[in-house]
């Protein structure tokens, strides 16, 4: 049948027209709720998948905050005045990861609801919108405190011979564990960070 | 005039139907036509400041990194067997951070044609997506360089008692003034993929 047609206005009494006018009105309803579910059905997957990479991110960043937290290396030896420690807080840019990666899981700990209705209502636009630019920022915040530490990290590990800043790793060897495991978390959860914006650019575009 | 309507085959020759057909035709078309033409005409709006976005966004990174490249400072005094010289490649974060702001200045250049392929078709979906996606992970790219390179500055500038890593900038001063200025110009950038990312998706999104 053509989609584009019109109707003869004869003078006559019109009931076929008319009832084959609302069958094809009924087809088109169909059709056009098809494909509304199916998009909704793909759409209702990323969603969900969404929802699930959250909750793993949640993990991982919650267990990057916890090791960097507790990180936390005292020498076997000591002279009368000192006692040879290392922890997080001895360093600004450890302070700083601690910080910002807890700010993150506590982001993704208050974006599960957003995430939820995006599963409801999978054809809904504002809560994608919202989702995807928080993530954005979430992300900036999280490689930021992945690079900074990484860069501390590196140092701890290898020193710089031009500046005499000496690697500390050969003494606090646990430490410098302790600290690169947060740092290669962190470095997870920005993936899928990235992954989560990819899945709501993908939820937002026009079918 | 109904819009869900059909032709009834009455077996004359049904020139007025074919002519009333087309004139809905030509509405419909008429119709879609300036619906596209209005979600059109904001969204090549949105095209045209991504498009400056990105300029902006290549002069500021080139800014950056040729900052950070040409950071050198030789002291007035030297020994016998030394000269006191800093570099930005005597810092590994910092040779991250040129090659890294490099990398992204040129994806920025090579971004540019799908920028105009956006203002030219703003409601093609395809490029749209392709922006969205390598602009977050070029954010990423960016935002680690930035991040790694603060790290060092700050250390550079406070140094760390609690690991015996001094402060150089006392000495290097202009040196640590440039490092600084690129890792500043290269933050701003930062804010200028956000709002790349934030265009993209809001011109993805359905009306």
């Known amino acids: 049948m053509a989609k584009e047609s ?3 206005d004869v003078g006559e009494p019109s009931t076929v027209t008319k009832s084959a006018s609302h069958v094809v009105v009924d087809e088109k309803k169909k059709k056009g ?5 199916a998009g909704g059905g793909y ?9 699930l990479l959250r ?8 267990g990057a905050s916890s090791v960097m937290f507790t990180a936390e290396e005292t020498l076997p030896f000591f002279t009368q005045f000192l006692q040879f420690q290392a922890g997080y807080d001895d360093f600004p840019t450890f302070q700083f990861f601690v910080i910002s990666i807890a700010i993150v899981a506590s982001y993704l ?7 939820i209705v995006t599963i409801v209502r999978p054809l809904a636009v504002a809560p994608r919108l919202i989702l995807l630019i928080s993530d954005t920022v979430i992300l900036t915040l999280t490689t930021a405190a992945a690079g900074a530490a990484a860069a501390i990290v590196y140092l701890a590990h290898n020193g710089n011979s031009n500046t ?3 690697p500390i790793c050969q003494q606090f060897g646990d430490f410098c564990q302790a600290t690169s495991t947060a740092v290669v978390a962190a470095s ?3 993936v899928f960070f990235i992954l989560l914006i990819v ?4 939820a937002l575009k026009r079918n």
């Not at 709720?33 to 579910?37: G, H, K, L, S």
């Not at 909750?55 to 919650?62: E, F, K, W």
Request: aromatic fraction near 12%; avoid cysteine.
């Open 188 to 190: 997870i959860s920005v």
């Open 33 to 37: 709720f098809v494909a509304a579910a």
């Open 109 to 115: 700990v208050l974006s599960l609801p957003f995430s």
């Open 55 to 62: 909750l793993a991110a949640i993990g991982i960043t919650i």
């Open 6 to 8: 019109t109707t003869i």
């Open 164 to 166: 005499n800043w000496l």
């Open 199 to 202: 899945i709501s650019a993908i």
């Open 43 to 51: 759409k209702r997957g990323l969603a969900i998948f969404d929802f």
